[in-house]
């Protein structure tokens, strides 16, 4: 399957600092990826779909303020938790989707998740 | 009513047993279903995906699906422990549209 890779896979901070995190699909060219919110036995939150030259499209309830998208490049998105707090503290995955084949178009695949840890 | 139901579980078998996960969701117009395994602390990775009525074999596992039913499921033969993990449907309109995710079955497998 196609690789996503995300960075930092752990990060700690201080309240009130910003914390950037990357998404790189690395055999692909991916036009949209989606940003995912998970807590503590919970499921997976969609946060945003992100589309590449676009704005991303937030879920209802998300901050578009807080959780900054960037998608500048088809293989490079990043989430930015500004002014985070320890309720922000949770597990970020990012998942992209392939169009260069039908059926990998149809999959997503998932980045090994950024766990942030806000004190 | 949640768009994409799971039992929640835990749903606990023995080893070499069959595992029988179970999805139901409200959207008709769905039109393909997946299957993803995520263990602890890990991120879903992609098990298997079915887009018609019927099953879908790969391996130990089957996929089933029933579109006038609005129902899917997953099944696992011969149930190791490492399947030990929560296991998560998720549906999608059209190949443009979003996922939308079950809130996972976990499923042990007791040696």
């Known amino acids: 399957g196609a690789v996503v890779s995300q960075h930092p896979s752990r990060v700690i901070c201080k309240s009130g600092t910003s914390v950037k995190i990357e998404c790189r699909s690395l055999?692909?060219?991916?036009?949209?990826m989606f940003w995912y919110r998970q807590f503590p036995k919970q499921s997976l939150m969609l946060m945003a779909t992100?589309?590449?030259?676009?704005?991303?499209?937030?879920e209802q309830g998300v901050e578009k303020d807080k959780f900054l998208i960037n998608h500048a490049s088809l293989t490079l998105s990043t989430l930015t938790v500004t002014s985070a707090h320890p309720e922000d503290s949770s597990f970020y995955i990012c998942s992209a989707r392939d169009p260069t084949t039908p059926t990998r178009d149809n999959e997503q695949f998932f980045g090994p998740g950024t766990r942030l840890t806000v004190l | 009513q949640k768009e994409v139901e799971q039992n929640s579980g835990p749903l606990s078998v023995p080893e070499g047993a069959i595992a029988s996960l179970n999805c139901t969701y409200s959207d008709r117009g769905s039109q393909s279903f997946f299957w993803y395994r995520q263990y602890s602390g890990k991120s879903p990775e992609l098990i298997m995906f079915?887009?018609?009525?019927g099953d879908k074999e790969d391996g130990r596992f089957t996929a089933q699906l029933n579109k006038a039913s609005q129902y899917v499921s997953l099944l696992i033969r011969d149930s190791q422990p490492s399947d030990s993990a929560t296991y998560l449907c998720?549906?999608?309109?059209?190949?443009?549209?979003?996922?939308?995710f079950g809130d996972g079955t976990t499923l042990t497998v007791k040696p």
């Open positions: 055999d692909f060219q991916a036009t949209t």
């Open positions: 992100s589309n590449e030259g676009s704005k991303a499209t937030y």
């Open positions: 079915i887009y018609s009525n």
């Open positions: 998720a549906v999608r309109r059209t190949n443009a549209g979003k996922s939308t």
